[in-house]
């Protein structure tokens, strides 16, 4: 199989993205790779601390390695938003493909020494490193009634972002240019198109990820794509429709107490959003 980093470089040099689709149990994780196997995409499966803490990092791994052997599908798997420089070692050390470190609300020093060590030890073990230069709101508690503020102090600075990508030499650089954690039933990200024009034009190492591609407008996806970014994570939108999905079914089929039986509604549902997500980063295809 081929490695990540030659995905990337492909995403880059042809514009598309791979997305990452985040799962912490088995019929999500079955939709998304039901869909990738469907489109011929490669994927980037996604667990954040808490979603890999209910699975298991252990389980994440056996999981994606279950379902490379089966589909024989360029299929990673990559630790979201670590926090903690521990937890992100006990992920590369279990076998994740890649590691985000999130230092986003730590100073420009602090989070350029840990990402430093972060990347040291992950190259050890061949894994690669995102990293976050601004802050992407994250409130997805609030789901149905989310609406955030997106804050110019808060988008990546141009400045601070170079000397991150110097001193670290990170391999993926998560950006925020307006796109926020959750859906909002109020306003759609406005994504800040010149700050994203400025970041690819001086940084040419890193991989430009875009984070919060829940509820992002189809057309601003396209554009952001057009304009450099290589990797687009989606969460949201998979729990919301799996849970819609479960709730409504449950409601129609009161009876029903055999997993087996309702849950092959929400791998269905999943699957669905996921085709769509692979169609509109143009993904499909490119294995
Ligand atoms: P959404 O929940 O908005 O899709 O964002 C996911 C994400 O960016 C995970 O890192």
Not at 121 to 133: D, P, Q, R, T
Request: net charge positive; hydrophobic share 35%; proline share 3%.
């Amino acid at each position: 199989m081929k490695s990540l980093e030659y995905y990337f470089k492909k995403a880059k040099r042809e514009k598309w993205a791979i997305g990452q689709f985040n799962f912490s149990e088995l019929p999500q994780l079955e939709g998304i790779i039901e869909a990738a196997k469907e489109m011929h995409s490669p994927i980037i499966l996604g667990t954040s601390e808490g979603e890999s803490r209910f699975l298991g990092l252990k389980q994440a791994v056996a999981l994606k390695k279950a379902y490379q052997m089966e589909t024989g599908l360029p299929i990673f798997l990559n630790l979201d938003h670590g926090k903690s420089f521990d937890y992100i070692k006990k992920a590369i050390e279990l076998g994740y493909d890649m590691v985000h470190f999130d230092g986003s609300k730590l100073s420009l020093k602090e989070n350029i020494s840990t990402t430093k060590e972060v990347v040291k030890y992950a190259k050890k073990f061949g894994v690669l490193v995102e990293g976050e230069i601004g802050i992407i709101g994250t409130d997805v508690s609030k789901v149905y009634e989310g609406k955030f503020e997106i804050e110019e102090k808060n988008l990546t600075n141009l400045k601070e972002a170079v000397e991150y990508i110097k001193e670290t030499g990170v391999d993926c650089l998560a950006v925020s240019i307006g796109s926020f954690h959750g859906v909002s039933t109020e306003s759609n990200p406005n994504l800040n198109f010149e700050k994203l024009k400025d970041i690819k034009k001086n940084i040419k190492d890193s991989f430009l990820v875009l984070h919060g591609g829940s509820g992002t407008p189809k057309k601003d996806i396209k554009k952001a794509i057009k304009l450099g970014i290589v990797k687009i994570n989606i969460n949201t939108e998979l729990r919301l429709i799996y849970t819609d999905t479960l709730k409504k079914f449950l409601k129609e089929n009161p009876k029903e107490i055999t997993p087996y039986k309702y849950l092959p509604e929400t791998v269905k549902a999943v699957k669905g959003v996921v085709e769509d997500k692979i169609r509109l980063f143009n993904s499909k295809n490119k294995v």
